[in-house]
């Protein structure tokens, strides 16, 4: 569900004409509805609600400080991968102690960050992990909370790109060897192990893969409680899938997620973190475009547009798909025709769509990408030195920028001519 509906004919968040927003920031421009963001939120919240958990919100989704915010005032944690992200929950004004710190490659400077700045724990994803920030610890006089992340070497049937919980995948330790590092990790100075992490993919929308994982999960508990760790927390990741197309099979609930998390570890009396990200911010989020151009080729109809794939990577990098539909909502019967749609970059990856049925369109029409929120302004670029895409938050009958778009000025101006040349 999500708060992008027509109104007398005009597509709106919540209660905000989409039109309006592009009238008076431009296009092209993401728009998210503070509405879906509470109430995704709060499907997770009472998905978990028979045991203590955090639910971590996956910063990488979606990183603007005003999603931050709402989420942290909302009660959740934030999963970081990065220094950087690990900078922006704290700038949101998510303390240290709801903040979980995810990624194969931490650096020294990041792991002091977060030590200096407060953190809930490490996700460890190495042996060489492991040391290096026991080092650091132990200099500090600190000690690092930790939970190891395991790979239990399970299929998430998902795409090849985002599937994480395989054995050739370069995520966390292998689910043999995961005895062996809790034992090096409670000889090393400067960590508390707290608990296990397993995360297996994005976008996941079948619930068996989950299963067959957090069974591996249960059973590695119960034997590290038999070596004599104390394990207190369970960080079961994210990845639940949401439906790009609204043609397709819905996927799995949040309550029924969470479900699953129950019969596979309820009964180990942890505390339950998980990380959803996409399925937050995935359908609160659409992307606003205009057309440029109508052009006709041989045998097929290009609609361009002036969003492009340096606004919206997610079709050229996974060939993933967006349902786009029309700002003004077509009449009852209205003819419709396939055009390939596509963006103003110089590559032949920068196709959003090809064969796509839509009514008839001209210069100055608007469209929307539907099911935009996650990896779309997150992973924007300024590529053909295109400024980068502005984002707009929507509550009720008011909206805010929440990222301008810099000038084309600005965007020169952070380069330097050195003197020599």
Partial sequence: MDHFNYQNGHLCAEDVRLSRIAAEVGTPVYVYSTATLTRHFGLFQQALEWTPHLVCYAVKANSNLAILKLMGDLGAG????????????????????????????????????????????FNVESEAELQALSQLADSMGAVAPIAIRVNPDVDAKTHEKIATGKSENKFGIPIAKAREVYAEAARLPGLQVVGVDMHIGSQLTDLDPYRQA???????????????????????????????????????????????????????????????????VGNAGIL????????????????????????????????AHHDIVPVNEPT???????????????ETGDTFQKGTQLPAMMAGDLVAFRSAGAYGAAMASEYNTRPLVPEVLVSGDQFAVIRARPSIEEILARDTIPEWL
């Avoid at 650096?107 to 960050?113: D, G, L």
């Avoid at 009852?332 to 110089?346: F, K, N, R, T, W």
């Fill in 288 to 319: 606003l475009a205009s057309v440029i151009y109508l052009k006709e080729g041989e045998g097929r109809d290009f609609l361009i547009l002036d969003a492009a794939m340096n606004d919206l990577l997610r079709p050229a990098m996974y060939g």
């Fill in 78 to 121: 934030m999963d970081v991968v990065s220094g950087g992200e690990y900078a922006r929950a704290k700038a949101a004004g998510v303390p240290g102690e709801r903040i979980v710190f995810s990624g194969v490659g931490k650096t020294i400077a990041e792991m002091r960050m977060a030590l200096e700045g407060g953190i809930r724990q």
């Fill in 214 to 280: 957090y069974a591996k999960m249960a059973d590695l508990v119960r034997a590290l409680r038999g070596d004599g760790h104390t394990i207190t927390r369970l960080d079961m990741g994210g990845g639940l899938g949401i439906p790009y197309r609204r043609d397709n099979n819905a996927p799995p609930l949040p309550i029924e997620y969470g479900q699953v998390i129950r019969d596979a570890v309820g009964d180990l009396g942890c505390e339950i973190e998980i990380e959803p990200g996409r399925n937050i």
């Fill in 332 to 346: 009852l019967g209205a003819e419709v025709s396939a055009m390939d749609v596509v963006g103003p970059v110089c």
